[in-house]
């Protein structure tokens, strides 16, 4: 299964393309959400999407600097550039930048369906570099649940098992060590910017590398666990009575790191770790609840009831209460008795 990553500040349109993209390949896509290039920055480095479709124009970072930034940390993935604009200079530099599908507002199922036929390549290649991409996130996220002998066993196997590929060609292998390395050291430099993190030497055999990143993982969570000791329930408690008081508006993930004072890619990983949803996942939930009880107790229509609740669309609020209820709204009063 692919992850995909939609980047657009304008809720109505990003509600409509994550409506589309369910709708296109619920058995083949996960789809994410950014509401600036910051947080898909963020985003981009916690769940490795395998395709990133973004606008060109958002706040705090436009689509092509986000872009920049992930070829610059050598981070594989595919792009598909939306935009409202139709001038050849951002078409362009998207090609330079590698783009190679260049989609202009509205988008429509079919543009977008065929957008990702044509990356549907790029996709298979990536395919299996995201897969160790995701276990090691996935290892890194689950570090308080499991006891560290057995969190430092799994990240030893997973670099073995990375200096062991044989179909992969060297100068990708490197890379993804890197990139391993490079988000360990963010994590502990983060959580401890005073902190002296040893680099990997450049010709490194497998055992000093396997030794390093043994290291790089005991660094981590000794560090993590000390965070954790500081970022208390009482503000996981706080940060989702926020939540509760402000569902009905587009709440993003800048403006909840901002009011737990971490930032974006450390609250995301804390958000998930603490609640054991993403922050995307835990609004949905509330707002559901909150359509339920309009539809128990009042007779409001579909698209009102998603417009109170903070749904962009009337669509997307049927297809996110299905899969959460198991029914539609409407099948959920009948059998409510309604």
Known sequence: MYHILVAEDEPWIRGSIVEMLNRLGEEQFTVSEATNGEEAWALVQEQWPTVLITDIMMPQMDGLSLIKKIQEHGIPMTYIIIS????????????????????????????LKEALRRSEQDMLN?????QYMSRFQQLVNSYAEIAPQTTARKMSDLIDSVLNLRYLNPAAKVNLLRL??????SFVKELSPEVVVPSLQ?????TEILRYFNQLTLMFM?????????????????VCEYIHAHYKKDISLTEMARFANMSISHFSSWFKRSTGRTLVQYIQEVRVD?????????????????EQVGFATQPYFIRVFKNAVGVSPNEFRKRMGL
């Open 84 to 111: 409202g604009y139709d001038n050849f200079q951002y078409a362009q530099k998207a090609i330079d930048y590698g783009v190679s599908q260049y989609l202009l507002k509205p988008v429509d199922m079919d543009q």
């Open 126 to 130: 990536l395919r299996e570099i995201n």
């Open 180 to 185: 391993f390395e490079w988000k360990l050291t």
């Open 202 to 206: 450049e010709d490194a055999v497998d």
């Open 222 to 238: 000794m560090n993590a666990s000390q965070q954790n000791a500081v970022t208390t329930n009482q503000l996981s408690k706080k």
């Open 290 to 306: 909150k359509a339920k009880e309009l539809l128990l107790e009042t007779q409001l229509k579909n698209y009102e009831i998603a």
